[in-house]
């Protein structure tokens, strides 16, 4: 993550981590990597916002 992670961030890795095999769902880095996007922002988004985003920065 690009800004200082917020204190709670590790805590919603965590929560993320057991939801996911809570359901029998693949572990993807593309998971934690939306979650990190999400914690790395600091203004209000859409989530067509948020994807347009992710697409641009690994478009390159």
């Known amino acids: 993550m690009n800004k200082t992670v917020p204190r709670n961030y590790h805590e919603v890795v965590e929560i993320l981590n057991h939801f996911i095999e809570a359901k029998n769902l693949r572990k993807t880095p593309e998971r934690f990597y939306i979650l990190e996007e ?23």
């Open 38 to 60: 999400i914690y790395s922002r600091d203004d209000h988004f859409e989530a067509e916002m948020l994807y347009n985003d992710i697409i641009k920065k690994n478009s390159i």
